[in-house]
Every structure is written in C-alpha cells, then in structure tokens.
C-alpha cells in the first residue's frame, strides 16, 4: 500500500497516526481529510494552532499508533 491509502484508512477511520515526511518532519495526530482540497489531508495533535496539512506525494512513511 503507498502513503495515501494508508492516509485514506486513517482518514476512514479517525486513527492516530505517526506521518515522516521527506524533508525529515515528522507528526503524530489524527488524520482528516482537508475541508476544501481533496488531494490534502491534515493531522492534528490536539494541540493549539492549525493541524499540520500534507499531501500524499510528501509522506515518506504512515505509522498507526
């Protein structure tokens, strides 16, 4: 399975997640899709300030928690 069907189950099923990126960074949080763009998904760690917002070609690895 690539990064985006990975993100899609996550999506589906609200699950936390660890996402690496390719540039080294790294989030944990629960995924959702985007509110108006279909190609992003965010990730939100219940912490204050926007979710992290990535697109699929950007994940290197999706690790379920």
Do not use: C, N, Q, W
Request: proline share 6%; glycine share 8%.
């Amino acid at each position: 399975m690539s990064p985006a069907d990975y993100l899609e189950r996550a999506a589906d099923e609200a699950r936390v997640v660890t996402v690496a990126k390719y540039d080294g960074r790294i989030f944990t949080g629960t995924v959702h899709r985007h509110a108006t763009d279909p190609d992003l998904f965010t990730i939100r760690s219940g912490g204050r300030g926007r979710p992290a917002v990535v697109h699929p070609l950007d994940v290197e690895e999706v690790i379920f928690e």
